[in-house]
């Protein structure tokens, strides 16, 4: 079955420093990426999703990702990160082996905390 | 006002009872999902549904039922058979199609004691 990994579960930054969010899959069977944030005691938002083409995807609130086939990567990264970008973030991908493209396997999330 | 609608926000039952999330949505997709959110775990999926009178099991279903009724209402019940129901649960729809995100649900947190 497809798992995700989530490299780091705790990113501490300063204010205005850029930040890398680190996203590994397990399967290289085609799939969906994607990543989504959560603000504390609430539900999850998209912020980007690579289906196919450009392997370079932007998304809301400056955010970008790059999908990296050969090291089953999909990375998030922000230039410059605001103290409004303090939440948890989860890297989530479409499931081949079980449901197809109807399922996602969520990673366990990393918290990203920009201070002043 | 389209969206999906998770009620109560926060949910205390006591112990040995059975509880009814409950989760509608007029956004007109076809798939819903319950998943189990516990800190450091990620979400975890407990049940879903891709049309009506039909849902399969995900990967933590014992001790939780579902039913599909209506397109809108996929409503979650926690029973007394499920070991560590304290969590915060998260519903989500989606368009059939496999390019489709999904959409997610403000959540319920549930306290058992």
């Known amino acids: 079955a497809q798992s995700v990994t989530q490299l780091d579960s705790q990113v501490p930054v300063f204010e205005e420093a850029p930040v890398e969010l680190r996203c590994n899959y397990s399967?290289?069977?085609?799939?969906?990426l994607f990543w989504y944030v959560q603000y504390p005691n609430q539900g999850l938002q998209l912020l980007l999703k690579?289906?196919?083409?450009?392997?370079l995807v932007k998304g809301i609130n400056g955010f970008e990702a790059e999908f990296n086939k050969s090291q089953t990567s999909f990375h998030l990264r922000k230039p410059s990160v605001h103290i409004s970008d303090t939440a948890e973030y989860f890297c989530?991908?479409?499931?081949?082996?079980?449901?197809?493209?109807?399922?996602?396997?969520f990673g366990k999330g990393t918290k990203l905390t920009v201070n002043p | 006002d389209g969206g999906i609608t998770q009620s109560p926000k926060y949910l205390f039952r006591k112990e040995g009872q059975n509880v009814t999330l409950s989760c509608e949505q007029n956004?007109?997709?076809?798939?819903m999902y319950w998943y189990r959110q516990d800190p450091g775990q990620g979400l975890r999926l407990i049940y879903y549904?891709?049309?009506?009178?039909?849902?399969q099991k995900g990967d933590i279903a014992e001790g939780y039922s579902v039913s599909r009724e209506k397109k809108e209402s996929f409503p979650l019940t926690v029973t007394s058979a499920q070991k560590n129901p304290t969590a915060f649960y998260l519903c989500?729809?989606?368009?059939?199609?496999?390019?489709?995100?999904?959409?997610f649900g403000p959540g319920t947190r549930l306290t058992v004691t």
């Open positions: 989530a991908v479409s499931d081949p082996f079980q449901g197809g493209s109807e399922k996602l396997v």
């Open positions: 399967s290289s069977v085609s799939v969906y």
């Open positions: 690579y289906l196919s083409g450009s392997t």
């Open positions: 956004l007109n997709h076809d798939a």
């Open positions: 549904s891709q049309i009506v009178n039909d849902f």
């Open positions: 989500a729809t989606k368009l059939a199609g496999g390019s489709y995100e999904q959409y």
